[in-house]
Antibody, heavy 121, light 108 residues
Framework: QITLKESGPTLVKPTQTLTLTCTFS??????????VGWIRQPPGKALEWLAL???????RYSPFLKTRLTITKDTSKNQVVLALTNMDPVDTATYYC?????????????WGQGTLVTVSS | DIQMTQSPSTLSASVGDRVTITCRAS??????LAWYQQKPGKAPKLLIY???RLESGVPSRFSGSGSGTEFILTISSLQPDDFATYYC??????????FGQGTKLEIK
């Protein structure tokens, strides 16, 4: 049974760096083709894909946020970490951690419950 | 990047109705399209991937069709549990993954 859970701050100040951790179980990021990523959703708005990291270390980023995003993995801890720098109120959103079973051609078959991050001074 | 446009944005229907939601891509994506269902306060749930493949555990009243730039999600007979917001997502390997703006399915 695959599960993912996001953790991190619920409130960050403008200009700060947001660091979110996804802790997962039921699969290994050593398994071929598997990936873990992040998707966010501002309140009342649509979903926005942010980043993915695959079993082989390949990383993909949204071109709109690429300069601000870093995704890393710790396979031994079953964790993936997302960092988003220079936070702004428009970055207020629920951030979801997701699993994909396929390299590059990635749909998302398992989702974490999400964590709401508010950006405010 | 590839833009995904869903129609309608809101759909009112009754239990037992057959409903369709359309998703159009701004350029061809072959059949690299997924559909998700989201209920208020919950994470999205995968329904369909590769345009027409039903995810395990999803009721057979859900089906997907299309290829290239036009795709359809069909619910053959609406059930009370189906009232939610639906999103399409393209995952063409040469473009960032993008979602449609969502279709809210409401009770008539």
């Amino acid at each position: 049974q695959i599960t993912l859970k996001e953790s991190g701050p619920t409130l960050v100040k403008p200009t700060q760096t947001l660091t979110l951790t996804c802790t997962f179980s039921g699969f290994s990021l050593n398994t071929s083709a598997v990936g873990v990523g992040w998707i966010r959703q501002p309140p009342g708005k649509a979903l926005e894909w942010l980043a993915l990291i695959y079993w082989n270390g390949d990383k993909r980023y949204s071109p709109f946020l690429k300069t601000r995003l870093t995704i890393t993995k710790d396979t031994s801890k079953n964790q993936v970490v997302l960092a988003l720098t220079n936070m702004d109120p428009v970055d207020t959103a629920t951030y979801y951690c997701v699993h994909t079973p396929e390299w590059l051609l990635s749909h998302f078959d398992y989702w974490g419950q999400g964590t709401l991050v508010t950006v405010s001074s | 990047d590839i833009q995904m446009t869903q129609s309608p944005s809101t759909l009112s229907a009754s239990v037992g109705d057959r409903v369709t939601i359309t998703c159009r891509a701004s350029q061809t994506i072959s059949n690299w399209l997924a559909w998700y269902q989201q209920k208020p306060g919950k994470a999205p749930k995968l329904l369909i991937y590769k345009a027409s493949r039903l995810e395990s555990g999803v009721p057979s009243r859900f089906s997907g069709s299309g290829s290239g730039t036009e795709f359809i999600l069909t619910i053959s007979s609406l059930q009370p549990d189906d009232f939610a917001t639906y999103y399409c997502q393209q995952y063409n390997s040469y473009s960032p993954y993008t979602f449609g703006q969502g279709t809210k399915l409401e009770i008539k």
